[in-house]
């Protein structure tokens, strides 16, 4: 319940703050050291999900995900679906209502604008890359 107000707050102040800076807050919400994750999202016609990477590692020891979760080291690289979630695989395995908040949070994790490709926002081989070779 603490929580929740404390999330409630917060989202006010930055409601606030985008309001002052007139920003379009429907717009992508990564920010530098984001992971997009579009493999199925936009042809599903949800909006990307975002990983905060930082977010998460502040928080966990590398081994957690990428050995006993299974998490393979690369953007995109892990064939991650709805079912599998619910299934507590993948993000599921926190994101259940328990150690984070679950998935019916569907908005919380679909935030990136439509069409954002997987990658590592603003990773240095997505500026200089040319588009061509972006594209998987
Ligand atoms: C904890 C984070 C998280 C939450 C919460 C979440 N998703 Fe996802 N979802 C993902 C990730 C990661 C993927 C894989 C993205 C990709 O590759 O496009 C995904 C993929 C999907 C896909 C495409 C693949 C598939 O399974 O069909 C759909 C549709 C989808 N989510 C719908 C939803 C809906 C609806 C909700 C809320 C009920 C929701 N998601 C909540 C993380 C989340
Ligand atoms: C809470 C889970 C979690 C933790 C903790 C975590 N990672 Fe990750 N990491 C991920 C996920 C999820 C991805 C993206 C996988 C995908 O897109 O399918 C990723 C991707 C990566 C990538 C690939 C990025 C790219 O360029 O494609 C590297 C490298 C990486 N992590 C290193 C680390 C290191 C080093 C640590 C510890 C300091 C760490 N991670 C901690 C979940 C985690
Ligand atoms: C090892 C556990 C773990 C895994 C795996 C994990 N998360 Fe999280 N995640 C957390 C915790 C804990 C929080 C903080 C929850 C809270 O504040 O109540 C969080 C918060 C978040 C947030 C909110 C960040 C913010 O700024 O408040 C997003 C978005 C998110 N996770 C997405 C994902 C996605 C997408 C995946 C899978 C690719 C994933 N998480 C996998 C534990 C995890």
């Not at 703050?17 to 042809?43: F, H, K, P, Q």
């Amino acid at each position: 319940m603490f929580r929740k107000c404390l999330w409630q707050r917060v989202l006010l102040v930055l409601l606030a703050v985008a309001a002052t800076l007139a920003m379009d807050i429907d717009d992508a919400r990564a920010e530098y050291g984001d992971i997009v994750i579009n493999n199925y999202s936009d042809a599903a016609g949800m909006r990307p999900a975002i990983f905060p990477h930082w977010f998460h590692r502040v928080r966990f020891r590398c081994k957690v995900c990428h050995a006993d979760l299974g998490f393979k080291f690369k953007a995109g690289g892990n064939e991650i679906n709805m079912v599998k979630i619910i299934d507590g695989q993948y993000c599921g395995a926190c994101h259940n209502g328990e150690l984070a908040w679950s998935v019916e949070n569907c908005n919380l994790c679909h935030s990136a604008k439509p069409g954002t490709q997987t990658q590592v926002h603003e990773s240095t081989v997505q500026k200089l890359a040319p588009a061509t070779l972006q594209k998987k």
